[in-house]
């Protein structure tokens, strides 16, 4: 079985503070892809990125970033410099090789406040 | 850019009617998939489809049916609407059957059941 905890429910920071959304995942599979979603408050989920199991290096795209590690089954979010516009629930989300459907966490409200 | 789009926004509905919800993509993707989103809970597959006419049940399919006529359109049907019906209705696509694939979403349905 597949699960994916997003322990924090709701996050409030000031614009321009650096801020990190957890995702703790479990699976049995020895390949499997994980993957961010922002949900702006229109609605559509919007996708962010996918790490396979294979690759743990970092990733930065402009004020985003994420930590993969495998020995802690930890995929974190961080947002640098935070604005306004980053007001979202974010999703983290886990497929198992072996399965055919996202798991998703329950999500992190991020506000930002000006 | 990929364009999944669904019929309704907001919808409000009486116990005991039967409601379609109607999910369009436009990239010729073959999977598409329908879940619910409820607070504290992320978002919940219901049902999903690898092709035209196939279909698969998700984690919660009780009292929900869906259809595939054509590539292009996945139904959602409550036959029976109920008041725990209540949520918000987000549908997918994908292309191919690929694990790392990722989903892209529409902007969600907004169902009141009353």
């Known amino acids: 079985a597949q699960k994916v905890t997003q322990a924090q429910t709701e996050i409030s920071v000031v614009e321009k503070e650096d801020v990190t959304l957890d995702c703790v995942y479990e699976t049995r599979d020895t390949t499997y892809y994980l993957f961010w979603y922002k949900q702006p408050p229109s609605g559509e989920l919007v996708f962010l990125i996918r790490r396979n199991s294979f690759d743990e290096q970092n990733e930065i795209s402009g004020r985003y970033s994420w930590n993969f590690q495998k020995s802690t089954s930890s995929f974190n979010f961080t947002i640098t410099a935070s604005q306004v516009v980053d007001s979202a629930v974010y999703f983290c989300?886990?497929?198992?090789?072996?399965?055919?459907?996202?798991?998703f966490g329950s999500g992190t409200q991020l506000t930002v406040l000006p | 850019d990929v364009k999944v789009t669904q019929s309704s926004r907001y919808l409000v509905k009486r116990t005991g009617e039967k409601v379609f919800l109607e999910c369009v993509q436009d990239m010729d993707h073959e999977n598409m998939f329908w879940y619910r989103q409820d607070p504290g809970l992320g978002l919940r597959l219901i049902y999903f489809s690898y092709d035209v006419k196939m279909k698969e049940k998700g984690d919660i399919p009780e009292g929900y049916s869906v259809s595939r006529e054509k590539k292009e359109r996945f139904s959602l049907i409550l036959e029976s609407a109920s008041t725990n019906q209540t949520s918000m209705y987000l549908c997918a696509s994908k292309f191919r059957d690929r694990v790392s694939n990722e989903q892209f979403f529409g902007p969600g349905t907004r169902l009141t059941v009353l």
């Open positions: 989300a886990l497929m198992g090789g072996s399965a055919r459907q996202l798991t």
